[in-house]
């Protein structure tokens, strides 16, 4: 009976375009709403920025804190989805509830902890050695801005509970209406009107946190109305623990909250290189950033999509399309990321005037910089694309130790260490640091795609041996 349940006849090989179009469906919508999640922080940026350079460099570096947590508690959420896709591919639905409701526990448990170096900013900024006035812009921005940590790490665990149901649209829409939210209220609390003081830069944190509170609000009422989704009865016994779930969610989540964090981290840390070159490299080094960010969120949305996908066939043990499966997102990865790059090295210009005025005494020295660190972000768009996807695909299948110390080796060992290198001590400047960044980005997607490669040559033996 085992055999049978994992021969050729019972999963059929399904045709490589079946294949590419059902990674488009699923993905479009994922790679939407993770477009959506980061514009409602984005947004911040490109309003303060009107304010100035210094108030645009302070958004960058108390952006760059908050992205560093946040991506680390988000590994809980992002666990929560390999492992409902695992039980729907094993046809054991009340197993991914379980794992959903754990890692809403979790993540709360982790926002509330981070409130203390979040609360502490300015201090960790001073001690990094950035300039006093800028530290003190950001560190009121994070005053409010830290608060708006639980209601995104909800969303990221509903968001995986969705994507693994294959029902991704109506995060699409809820986050959409969050980014509107987020552009009128940080307009207005921003630069003030209607009676409102100007708020500054606690005005954005501010309107993100209102934006955030609504979008995770909707959701969670989304899922307990909804005909089909409230059969899942999530939130029913939410205040009793299940240890092994618990277990479970914690195993799989640290991995890739590390994984995560530590390209983040090799960025934040990159921004906090380049505030030692002053208020414009980091200004310019801000904008380089977010628009590569952004050009990032396609192959992660693809990733999710991925992960799965992925999911679904290592829960029902089916090889052969679940290597199909990784092949059809690398191809579409790959594509992505050339796009990517003829963007960034075609129209700098176009891309850099969305962040400051081009016509303002105060941008001139900003906008050569700027360019320069684009040119490099275009070339490595592509080794970011490959190694987001085999993370993602090896998430599917449960194995985020590994890519873990893959990670911590390429960014930390490779990139940091040779961006340092080369902007300090070779004098390439603020160029040298965003070279050693590809650097790392390169070697993780080599060894991630390596790795990738040996699980999917496991599975498919463990299939034929299971005949």
């Not at 790059?341 to 400051?356: M, Q, S």
């Amino acid at each position: 009976m085992h055999a049978s349940a994992n021969s050729s006849d019972a999963f059929p090989l399904v045709p490589w375009k079946r294949h590419i179009r059902e990674t488009i469906l699923l993905g479009l919508p994922l790679i939407a709403s993770q477009l959506a999640q980061t514009l409602l922080n984005v947004t911040n940026t490109l309003v303060l920025g009107r304010l100035g350079p210094e108030e645009l460099a302070a958004s960058v570096l108390g952006w760059q804190l908050f992205f560093v947590i946040w991506m680390f508690g988000s590994g809980f959420g992002f666990a929560v989805m390999p492992l409902v896709a695992n039980a729907i591919g094993a046809k054991d639905p009340r197993g991914g509830r379980r794992f959903v409701r754990m890692g809403l526990w979790i993540s709360l448990a982790y926002a509330l902890v981070m409130m203390v170096p979040l609360s502490n900013a300015r201090a960790i900024f001073l001690a990094l050695g950035q300039d006093a006035h800028v530290s003190a812009l950001a560190a009121d921005y994070l005053s409010v801005l830290q608060w708006s940590l639980i209601p995104q790490l909800t969303i990221i665990v509903l968001r995986s509970f969705l994507g693994a149901l294959s029902r991704p649209g109506i995060v699409v829409v809820a986050l959409l209406i969050g980014v509107c939210v987020n552009v009128l209220l940080n307009i207005q609390f921003v630069f003030g009107g209607f009676g409102l003081p100007a708020m500054g830069m606690r005005g954005a944190g501010l309107s993100t946190l209102v934006a955030t509170s609504c979008v995770a609000l909707f959701l969670i009422l989304h899922i307990v109305r909804h005909k089909v989704l409230r059969k899942q009865q999530l939130f029913v016994r939410f205040a009793k623990v299940d240890r092994p779930a618990l277990m479970e969610v914690f195993r799989l989540g640290w991995p890739i909250g590390t994984t995560v964090v530590a390209e983040v981290a090799l960025f934040s840390a990159a921004s906090f290189m380049m505030g030692l070159f002053g208020p414009m490299a980091l200004a310019a080094h801000g904008i380089a950033l977010q628009l590569s960010g952004l050009a990032f969120m396609v192959p992660l949305g693809l990733s999710s999509a991925t992960t799965i996908r992925v999911g679904h066939a290592f829960g029902r043990r089916d090889g052969g399309n679940l290597a199909r499966a990784v092949s059809a997102s690398l191809g579409l990865g790959l594509l992505i990321g050339s796009l990517s790059a003829l963007v960034f090295l075609t129209v700098p210009d176009l891309l850099i005037g969305l962040y400051l005025d081009t016509r303002a005494q105060t941008s001139v020295e900003v906008i050569p910089l700027a360019v320069s660190f684009l040119a490099v972000a275009g070339l490595f768009q592509i080794f970011d694309g490959v190694q987001a996807l085999s993370s993602g695909a090896l998430r599917g299948m449960r194995d985020t130790r590994v890519p873990m110390f893959i990670a911590l080796i390429s960014y930390w060992a490779v990139g940091l260490s040779s961006g340092y290198a080369l902007a300090f001590h070779l004098g390439w400047g603020g160029a040298g640091i965003w070279w050693g960044l590809a650097a790392g980005l390169a070697a993780a997607a080599l060894l991630m795609t390596a790795r990738l490669m040996l699980r999917i040559r496991a599975t498919l033996a463990d299939r034929g041996s299971s005949r």
